[in-house]
């Protein structure tokens, strides 16, 4: 199908720069993440498009979109990589930290899916994939807050996907275990399993499902790869 155009929320660290890096080889890709330096490095690295958002404002979010589509026409694919660890027992977390990961994990997967379809219905076709965690199969103690934001993201996958009524417009999940990122060095080595999937790994995976035509096989709404280890 050619060079086609596709942002990664998220982008700049972990799995979202490991997916960046394997769609700019073919494509054009915008790179979105909210601090400053780290989205300079990494168009720089990348030599793709790069957007300061924070997804937890709906502006932004929107602003982003318009930036991308008004730059290439049209955008093929989106993952929804962004993601704040909130670890610790919910008696140890303050305030600031669990309002963060509710307006980063929920509100902001909220914001990037709205404008995100908003786009791929005015075109007619797209995908999206959210990047979620294995964390919302299997209840692990000490992750309440972090495991809460990220089931509501996979909740909100699978009402979306039923409301497409169409197989142009793929909504779709994937939940990784804990792997070797910068988020992994937040949790610590205790939350990472002796057999795990790397960043590389995982990515393949979700540039596959960016990439997949509007006649390929519906798969919107699965959960399509559980790259968990030995919980």
């Known amino acids: 199908m050619g060079a086609r155009t596709f942002m990664v929320v998220g982008g700049t660290s972990g799995l979202g720069l490991a997916v960046a890096r394997l769609l700019v080889e073919e494509h054009q890709v915008a790179v979105l993440g909210d601090v400053p330096d780290e989205v300079a490095a990494v168009t720089d690295d990348l030599s793709c498009a790069g957007i300061v958002c924070d997804v937890s404002s709906y502006d932004q979010v ?10 290439y ?20 977390l303050s ?82 275990g804990p792997m070797p990122t910068r988020l992994q060095e937040r949790v610590g080595d205790e939350f990472l399993d002796q057999i795990y999937a790397g960043p590389e790994q995982v990515a393949g995976e979700i540039v596959r499902l960016l990439q997949l ?19």
């Open 95 to 176: 305030p600031q930290h669990i309002r963060r990961a509710v307006e980063v994990n929920a509100l902001g997967t909220t914001y990037v899916f709205k404008e995100a379809l908003h786009h791929l219905h005015r075109q007619g076709f797209g995908n999206v994939v959210y990047v979620g965690a294995m964390a919302v199969t299997k209840a692990r103690p000490g992750i309440p807050v972090y495991r809460a934001t990220k089931s509501y993201g996979s909740s909100l996958v699978e009402s979306l996907a039923e409301a497409q009524h169409s197989n142009r417009i793929k909504v779709m999940q994937l939940h990784p």
């Open 73 to 92: 026409g049209a955008v093929d694919g989106v993952a929804a990589c962004a993601s704040v660890w909130a670890g610790g027992d919910l008696a140890d």
């Open 213 to 231: 035509a509007p006649d390929d096989l519906y798969v919107s709404g699965e959960r399509v790869l559980r790259a968990d280890g030995r919980w």
């Open 62 to 71: 929107r602003d982003a979109f318009a930036e991308v589509v008004d730059r």
